[in-house]
């Protein structure tokens, strides 16, 4: 008979490992707990899958489970969920992943504690929105007149240019919108990311609807905080009644707010994030605090407008560096830099030795 491996669900703290979990993971089998030092890894037995060979009914049936057992986990715990299909030989590989990206997990469930992914996505109505363009814009009324008067052959010209002018005045209002709702959102909620819009090659039956889509971003939440969104998001339902369509949904685990390389070690991700902040082989918490004010002003967003894409992605690299190398020098792994004012030590075999198992 085949050895079963450990299919890995997700990661949460070993202080909640006496708590139960209700309900069962893949194939009906038991959740079991694989530990490291304070964190967990939530597993189940499973007898080897191709997943890639899997048709897509089955593949959506474990996908559900997978998304069933750690909402479960979420209703009592700080969640890190690992991806779909992730399966270790033994609980000594997963005890090896545990050690190796150990701060990784750390500061990914110091960031996440208390908190859920919640998905924004708003649609817009283009024929309202295009009826209300021509309305107010005196060129594309012109253009549109000129269009009907000559009639199909001499109007070409005309009809060219209206809709080049309409194509662009649906661009323009659809930023309008974009920047007028997340400037509203992220006032409350400021820790946010952008997810995927329409591929315009895409062909399926979720077109139609995927083209209507304008906006679709997550947002880190506290659990307790779901009111107070679905507040705002009825306010601005109600401010473009006619224009647009809101939808959220959540809580969910927070994939798009959990990123663990395990390619890397912990000296490894200690060291890249000492480098992107500029940081010496040691520096105090207020030098990193310094240092990370300073690349976040440099690269917030709102001062890249033209590159807003490339410069969220940089401010999630800079977020995701100051917490890590926090976590590192306030969380017991390095005791001597716990005060703002001392020095902590990002020598690769300090980094070791502070993270010995």
């Known amino acids: 008979m085949t050895e079963e491996k450990k299919y890995i669900y997700s990661i949460i703290m070993k202080s909640s490992r006496g708590q139960a979990l209700d309900g069962l993971g893949i194939n009906g089998r038991n959740i079991i ?3 490291c030092k304070d964190i967990v890894a939530a597993v189940s ?23 069933r ?16 299909g992730m399966v270790a030989e033994n609980e000594e590989e997963i005890r090896n992943i545990l050690i190796k990206a150990y701060i990784q997990f750390k500061t990914a469930l110091e960031r996440i504690a208390g908190k859920a992914e919640f998905v924004v996505q708003i649609f817009w109505n283009e024929k309202n929105a295009l009826e209300k363009i021509i309305r107010e814009n005196t060129e594309i009324k012109k253009l549109k007149k000129e269009a009907e008067s000559k009639g199909r052959i001499l109007g070409l010209v005309s009809r060219i240019k209206l809709g080049k002018r309409i194509f662009e005045a649906l661009e323009s209002r659809r930023k309008e919108y974009t920047s007028d709702i997340l400037k509203n959102l992220t006032a409350a909620f400021p820790d946010f990311s952008a997810g995927k819009l329409l591929d315009a090659n895409k062909e399926d039956i979720s077109y139609e609807a995927d083209k209507k889509k304008i906006i679709n971003y997550s947002f880190l939440i506290r659990k307790t905080e779901e009111a107070m969104l679905e507040s705002q998001l009825n306010k601005l ?31 490894e ?21 310094k240092a990370y004010h300073t690349l976040a002003h440099q690269y917030h967003p709102d001062k890249h407008q033209t590159d807003s894409g490339e410069s969220q992605e940089k401010m999630k690299e800079i977020i995701q560096a100051y917490h890590l190398l926090k976590n590192y020098c306030q969380g017991g792994t390095n005791p001597s830099g716990s005060d ?18």
Do not use: W
């Open 340 to 357: 703002d004012d001392q020095k902590c030590s990002f020598k690769e075999e300090v980094v070791k030795k502070a993270l010995i198992f």
């Open 269 to 289: 991700v200690v060291n890249a994030a000492r480098n992107l902040l500029s940081l010496g082989e040691e520096a105090s918490l207020m030098e990193i605090k």
């Open 237 to 267: 339902a109600e401010k473009y009644k006619d224009e647009l369509k809101f939808k959220y949904i959540g809580p969910m685990s927070p994939y798009s707010f959990v990123n663990i390389n395990l390619c890397l070690g912990n000296f």
């Open 33 to 35: 707990f694989v530990s």
């Open 45 to 67: 037995n499973i007898h080897l899958i191709n997943f890639n060979r899997l048709d897509k009914k089955e593949l959506t049936q474990l996908v559900a489970v997978h998304e």
């Open 69 to 84: 057992v750690n909402s479960n986990f979420m209703k009592k715990h700080d969640v890190i969920p690992m991806r779909f």
